[in-house]
């Protein structure tokens, strides 16, 4: 895993800040469970798990939080 996925918080507009949020939750994943033979075999359960996506949803919305100050709200 490259130690440089993340080498800024600073995003364009709101959009592309929401994908980095997307891509930290998924990192924290990758970090707690390196194994891909792993995440393939539990990726079908969490798909089709209405809780699993609210929990997923709730990640992202964190992060993106904080990706959201880091910007200061992409205020002009
Ligand atoms: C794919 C988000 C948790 C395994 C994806 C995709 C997204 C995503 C956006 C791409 C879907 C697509 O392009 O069709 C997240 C977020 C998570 C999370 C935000 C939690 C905060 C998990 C967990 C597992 C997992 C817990 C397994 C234990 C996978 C796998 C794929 C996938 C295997 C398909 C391969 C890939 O595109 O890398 N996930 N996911 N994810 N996820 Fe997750």
Known sequence: MSDTWLPTLITESP?????????????G?????PSAEA??????KYAESADS???????VAVNFQTVAAANNYWKA
């Open 15 to 27: 959009e592309a800040g929401y994908q980095l949020a997307i891509k930290m939750s998924r990192m």
């Open 39 to 44: 995440r393939e075999k539990l990726r079908p």
């Open 53 to 59: 996506l609210i929990a997923v949803s709730h990640v």
């Open 29 to 33: 994943v990758k970090y707690t469970q």
